[in-house]
C-alpha cells in the first residue's frame, strides 16, 4: 500500500495505574504513554479523527491533565551497581 | 560476579524537554524517565546511595515536582492511518 502523507506509521501506547511510594504525584492517578518515530508524528496525530474523539470523550471526564512531548536522550542505557538494604 | 541481594539490574534512563503544543504542561519543562525490569527494581533503586544523592542535589534546585511509577500495560502495538492533512 502506498505511503499516504501524514501516515501515522506507529504508535506505542501504554498505560499504567499510579504506584509510587514517594507521595510526590500530586493527586495524578494514571500514565497514558505514547510513542512515536519523530517529534513530526506526533504533530500528524493531534489532528487525526481517533485523537480527537478520544479527546473529547476521555478528557471531560478527568479532574485534572497534564501532557508533555518529549524526544528522549538516553543517559544510561544500563546500570549495576550492589544495594545494601539493611 | 554474584548477584549480591537488591542488585540493580537494568536502569533506562532518558531525558527531554517539553516540545508539546497542546499546552497542557501546567508548568512542567522537562521529563526524566526511567525504566526497571520491575517494580520491585524502583523499590530497590530508592534506596540506593546513587539515588539518594541525586535526588540531595537534584531536587531542591527544582521549582516544582511530581513523580509517577506505572507498570506499562500495551494497548496498542502498532497503528496505522491515513491523516488527511488539509
Known sequence: MEEAKGLVKHMLLVRGRDVSIENL???????????????????????????????????????KVLVVNFKPTIVHKQYSADVMLI
Open 25 to 63: 504525584h500530586q493527586g495524578f492517578t494514571h500514565v497514558l504513554e505514547t510513542t512515536f518515530e519523530s517529534i513530526e508524528g506526533i504533530a500528524q496525530y493531534l489532528p487525526h479523527l481517533a485523537h480527537v474523539e478520544f479527546s473529547k470523550q476521555f478528557v471531560p471526564q478527568l479532574e
